[in-house]
Each structure stands twice: as structure tokens, then as C-alpha cells.
């Protein structure tokens, strides 16, 4: 793995200031999926980037079946460790994912993954996401960050999600540990992904959904973005 963001969600990092700040972020993310996804019995779903998923066990209750995927080799053997034996639960390895069939899924969510990828990598994954849904499913794009945010806004929503919390001291000198972190010179010299809606809704268009862009963002961020694509249903193929 070259020097990427990859490279740096797979060692150890402190973006999460604790353990409170991490059972908060998860407990969180696990409330908006459940929250965004049509209420169907026995729905398919994959969290496509899902980071340690802490809360997929709630996640998984609320649905048909939960398939989790992330990049990171140490995510994944974390995620296999943690969710061993959990029968409405798959994680799968990198073969795994390449052999999820097409239709196999109801909904794919991308949650505050894209910024991560190298913009080339967008649309083929989009594209992948489209044959994973089943017709009708749905792709939850969440957290993407448009061409108006600012580091500001990352730090008053990280300090106001602390403040509420009660992790406002550790939050603190978690933004000091980050300021001199790998984060801070990977955000420097790779920076992030950043889309306006009108690209994110041709990409998305591009790869055969219907797009709208939700309401609010998903998640801690109010000026990010999220978009929800249907796939088109069988009626309408
Ligand atoms: C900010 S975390 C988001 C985790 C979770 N989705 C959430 O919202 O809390 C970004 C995650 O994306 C994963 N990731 C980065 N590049 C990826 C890729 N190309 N494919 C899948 N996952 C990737 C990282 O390993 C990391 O766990």
C-alpha cells in the first residue's frame, strides 16, 4: 500500500479521542442507517467502508442481514474477531467482495468513505454498487464533503459532539495529538475528495441511479452531503 489514506486507517490512529468518542460515533452512524433504510422485512444490506461498526450488532437487528466490508486489512480481522458466530452478520475479506453477486444486495452504504478515495476510484466502485443492488435497492452516499467546508466546520462539530458527550477535555487534546498526527500531513499533501452536488449527481447518474440528495447529512457534519441513488426497479428495467 503506497502512502495513502488507506495506509492510514489500517495502523493505529487517534480520531477517535476514546472509547466514549468511538461507542458515540458508532452509536450514532448504527441510528442514521437504520434511520435512512426503507423498512422492509428481511432487507439486505452492505456497509461498504464500515470501520470498526461497533453498533452493527443494533444494525443487524434492524434488518434482513448486514454485510460489512472495509479495506483495511486490521479492520477486517477486527471485524471478523468481533462479529464471529453472528449469524445476521457477514464480514467479508477482499475475495468476498469480489465475488458478492450481482442483485445480492438491497441497499449499499458508503458512509464517510468517498473522501478517502482517490477520485479515479469513484466511479468503478459506483458502478460495482449498481450491480450489488438488487432492482429497486437503494446507495446511501453519506458524509461527502463539498467544495465550502471548511477544517473549522470538522472542529466544531468534533468539540459540540464532545461538549454533549461529556469528552470535551479529551477532545481537546485529541486536536492537539492530530494537529502534529499523520492526519494532518496526509490531509496536507493528499487532501480529501471533495464533490459538489452537481458531480456527485452526474457520478451517480453515470452509474445508472436516480439521485436526490437527502434532506440533512447523515452523521456529525451538517455541511456535508448526503445522496441517496435507486437503482432502478424491475417495473421501470
Ligand atoms: C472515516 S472511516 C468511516 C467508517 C464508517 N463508515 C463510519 O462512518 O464511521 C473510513 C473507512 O473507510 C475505509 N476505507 C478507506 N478506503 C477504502 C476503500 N477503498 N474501500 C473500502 N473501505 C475503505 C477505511 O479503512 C476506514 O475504515
Given at each position: 500500500m503506497a502512502d495513502s489514506w488507506l495506509r492510514f486507517w489500517d495502523r493505529p490512529h487517534r480520531i477517535y479521542v476514546n472509547d466514549r468518542h468511538l461507542r458515540v460515533h458508532y452509536r450514532r452512524v448504527a441510528d442514521e442507517i437504520l434511520g435512512i433504510?426503507?423498512?422492509?422485512?428481511?432487507l439486505r444490506v452492505l456497509d461498504y467502508g464500515c470501520g470498526e461498526a461497533l453498533e452493527a450488532g443494533q444494525v443487524a437487528a434492524g434488518v434482513g442481514h448486514l454485510t460489512l466490508y472495509d479495506a483495511a486489512p486490521s479492520v477486517q480481522a477486527r471485524l471478523r474477531e468481533r462479529f464471529a458466530g453472528e449469524t445476521g452478520i457477514t464480514v467479508l475479506d477482499d475475495a468476498g467482495l469480489a465475488a458478492l453477486g450481482d442483485g445480492a444486495v438491497d441497499a449499499v452504504i458508503i458512509f464517510s468513505v468517498v473522501q478517502y478515495l482517490p477520485r479515479a476510484a469513484l466511479p468503478p466502485l459506483l458502478a460495482r454498487a449498481r450491480r450489488w443492488l438488487a432492482p429497486g435497492g437503494l446507495l446511501v452516499v453519506a458524509d461527502v464533503i463539498p467544495p465550502?467546508?471548511?477544517m473549522l466546520d470538522d472542529i466544531r462539530s468534533l468539540l459540540g459532539t464532545a461538549a454533549r458527550h461529556g469528552f470535551l477535555l479529551p477532545a481537546l487534546a485529541g486536536l492537539a495529538a492530530t494537529f502534529f498526527s499523520d492526519y494532518r500531513r496526509l490531509r496536507h499533501d493528499l487532501g480529501f475528495a471533495i464533490y459538489g452536488e452537481a458531480e456527485m449527481t452526474a457520478l451517480l447518474q453515470a452509474a445508472g441511479f436516480s439521485v436526490s440528495r437527502a434532506p440533512r447529512n447523515l452523521g456529525f457534519h451538517p455541511v456535508r452531503r448526503t445522496y441517496l441513488a435507486s437503482a432502478p426497479s424491475l417495473a421501470s428495467t
Open positions: 433504510l426503507p423498512p422492509r422485512p428481511g465550502e467546508a471548511r
